[in-house]
């Protein structure tokens, strides 16, 4: 059964600094994995997706990269904001649960002005 | 484009009861999955319908069940409201024609069992 874990549990950084969030799998047949954002009360946006195939993805100041045979994805984060506050959460779709999204619990971050 | 639309919010019902939840899912998408989210476990799939048929079921009692309807809308159900479903509900939605597309998640309904 796949498990994703994700380090640190939560996170706090002055304004202005570059952060990673780390995401790890245990079963690396995945066809894609997937970065969200949630905001308090609120669902879960798409931020990146990365094809099993592909190693990185970019959008903004966010750049998420996957290295499947060790199981990890990063999710980079440049030049960090008050409104990136959030809990992060990475997301693996893999063969043994068909279309079912296998998600990590999270990563909180408050980046103080 | 609208995005997913779940409805209510929130809800508050006694243990006992029973419980549904509606979903729409963005124009075009014919893939509709209802996830549960918890403190303790985290996000939890329940199950995905494409085309009316439920095409994946993750591991939760039989007393949560769900449809789709023709234009895509979907329903989840819970009977025998226990103390330990209360959670947030989300729904997700995807074009479901390929593994690679991304999903669009709603709000998600807030529910108190009581």
């Known amino acids: 059964k796949q498990e994703v874990t994700q380090i640190p549990a939560a996170l706090s950084v002055p304004e202005g600094e570059n952060l990673v969030l780390n995401c790890s799998f245990t079963d690396s047949a995945i066809y894609n994995l997937q970065w969200f954002r949630q905001d308090p009360g609120k669902g879960l946006t798409s931020l990146l997706l990365i094809q099993s195939s592909q190693r990185e993805q970019t959008s903004g100041r966010l750049n998420a990269s996957l290295d499947k045979s060790s199981g990890r994805s990063t999710l980079y984060i440049a030049a960090s904001q008050p409104g990136d506050s959030a809990t992060y959460l990475c997301a693996v779709k893999d063969s043994n649960s068909g279309y079912a999204l296998n998600f990590g619990k999270g990563t909180s971050l408050l980046v103080t002005p | 484009k609208a995005g997913v639309t779940q409805t209510p919010r929130y809800l508050i019902k006694t243990r006992g009861q029973q419980v549904t939840l509606s979903c729409s899912p963005i124009?075009?998408?014919?893939?509709v999955s209802w996830y549960q989210q918890t403190p303790g476990q985290g996000l939890q799939f329940l199950f995905e319908?494409?085309?009316?048929?439920?095409?994946n079921k993750g591991n939760f009692p039989g007393r949560f069940s769900g449809r789709q309807f023709s234009n895509s809308r979907s329903e989840m159900n819970v009977s025998t409201l226990e103390l330990g479903d209360s959670a947030l509900y989300l729904c997700?939605?995807?074009?479901?024609?390929?593994?690679?597309?991304?999903?669009?998640f709603g709000n998600g309904t807030r529910l108190t069992v009581t």
């Open positions: 124009s075009g998408h014919r893939s």
């Open positions: 997700a939605s995807s074009s479901g024609t390929g593994l690679n597309s991304p999903l669009h």
């Open positions: 319908y494409f085309s009316e048929t439920q095409r």
